[in-house]
């Protein structure tokens, strides 16, 4: 129990009898902001759905290129599935860089966070915004403020520790949704939290690393996953699936990117997933960075530029190959 309580409190969480979490903000949230005076980005907040108080904020180039043809990216932030949120400030200055160096329409999503909402919610939530995001494209719901600037048949899903596992599992669903005339060219998944009961290499090397030792990724699943599941759920951990050979829908996925630090203690998991995929016979792109450390992007210019230069490649690369 001692172990628990000093995890919170290293990750800064307050737990309330009712199993619900106090979350004093580490970082400010900022407000969205569409004045375009002076400034390279324009940002703007969607409502998806009132009733679980979800919405997308939007962030777009300012001024737009003169033929404003912009790829579309549905963004999802990191926290383990317990923290942090779309106006959190590393976040949203993440997703504002990324707008103006990518050229690109950046929708981050604001989901619903465990333990309050334990996944599959977040998945949920996701899927929910991809289904939004297809129906501006096809005009049902009317949003000129995106609709002027973007070309909804290049479409990426992306996203960043927890949110590069809600990648993986939104990617999934999407298979089987409807979701023309969006297209989603290709996937990104940075640092993509994924567990396992087995420890590996890397997380016994950094296992009281100064960003995520492996008690806190432990509390994380464990307030995140399903009531009673173990970190062997296929939420946690996509080799399990099929008696070890993964979700059989791996395979039409669309193209991929996966990228990480060597000095991450999930960059083992990241690069069990790669092989994963790769045995599936999805395109698989990688970028793994010696040294580093989790989400040094979000704390470093420099690093987060060379993110954004693979990116950009990628999503280049992407768009000229037929869905």
Same mark, same amino acid.
């Given at each position: 129990?001692a172990?628990s309580?000093?995890?919170?409190?290293?990750?800064?969480?307050?737990?309330s009898?009712d199993?619900?979490?106090?979350?004093p903000?580490i970082f400010?949230?900022v407000?969205?902001?569409d004045?375009?005076?002076?400034?390279?980005v324009?940002?703007?907040?969607?409502?998806?759905?009132?009733?679980?108080?979800?919405?997308?904020?939007?962030f777009?180039?300012?001024?737009l290129p003169?033929?404003?043809?912009l790829?579309?990216?549905?963004?999802?932030?990191?926290?383990?599935?317990i923290?942090?949120?779309?106006?959190s400030?590393p976040?949203?200055?993440?997703?504002a860089?990324?707008?103006?160096?990518?050229?690109?329409?950046?929708l981050?999503?604001?989901y619903?966070l465990?333990?309050?909402?334990?996944?599959?919610?977040?998945?949920?939530?996701?899927?929910?915004a991809?289904?939004?995001?297809?129906a501006?494209?096809?005009?049902?719901s009317?949003?000129?403020w995106?609709s002027?600037c973007a070309d909804?048949?290049?479409?990426?899903v992306?996203g960043?520790?927890?949110?590069?596992?809600m990648?993986?599992?939104a990617?999934?669903r999407?298979?089987d949704?409807?979701l023309?005339?969006?297209?989603i060219r290709?996937?990104?998944?940075n640092?993509?939290f994924?567990?396992?009961v087995?420890? =590996?290499e890397?997380e016994?090397c950094?296992?009281?690393?100064h960003?995520?030792?492996l008690?806190? =990724?432990?509390?994380m699943?464990?307030?995140?996953?399903?009531e009673?599941?173990?970190?062997?759920?296929?939420?946690?951990?996509? =080799?399990?699936?099929n008696c070890?050979?993964g979700d059989?829908?791996?395979?039409?996925?669309?193209r991929?990117?996966?990228?990480g630090?060597?000095?991450?203690?999930?960059?083992?998991?990241?690069?069990?997933?790669v092989k994963?995929?790769?045995k599936?016979g999805?395109?698989?792109?990688?970028h793994f960075?010696?040294g580093?450390?989790?989400?040094?992007?979000l704390?470093?210019?420099a690093?987060?530029?060379k993110l954004?230069?693979?990116?950009?490649?990628?999503?280049?690369?992407?768009?000229?190959?037929?869905?």
């Open positions: 129990m172990d309580v000093d995890t919170l409190q290293f990750l800064k969480l307050v737990p009898p199993g619900t979490l106090t979350r903000a400010p949230n407000p969205a902001s004045e375009p005076h002076d400034t390279a324009i940002s703007k907040d969607f409502p998806l759905n009132s009733a679980t108080g979800t919405f997308l904020r939007a777009k180039p300012n001024p003169t033929s404003p043809n790829p579309v990216i549905l963004y999802f932030h990191g926290g383990g599935f923290a942090f949120s779309a106006t400030l976040y949203h200055k993440s997703c860089d990324s707008a103006v160096q990518l050229r690109a329409l950046v981050s999503l604001e619903r465990a333990p309050e909402h334990r996944l599959p919610a977040a998945y949920d939530d996701a899927v929910e991809l289904r939004w995001i297809a501006v494209a096809g005009g049902v009317a949003e000129p995106l002027e909804f048949t290049k479409c990426f992306m960043s520790s927890a949110g590069g596992n990648v993986y599992h990617g999934l999407a298979l949704l409807d023309s005339p969006m297209v290709g996937l990104w998944f640092q993509p994924f567990g396992g087995h420890r =590996t890397s016994l950094h296992l009281s690393d960003i995520l030792p008690a806190a =990724t432990d509390l699943w464990n307030l995140a996953l399903p009673g599941a173990d970190r062997n759920h296929e939420y946690s951990n996509p =080799t399990v699936a070890g050979v059989e829908r791996i395979k039409r996925l669309p991929s990117l996966v990228t630090y060597g000095g991450d203690p999930l960059v083992d998991r990241q690069k069990e997933f994963l995929l790769k599936r999805v395109h698989v792109e990688t960075e010696d580093g450390f989790h989400a040094a992007e704390f470093e210019s690093e987060a530029e954004n230069d693979v990116v950009s490649r990628f999503i280049r690369k992407s768009c000229l190959v037929n869905p």
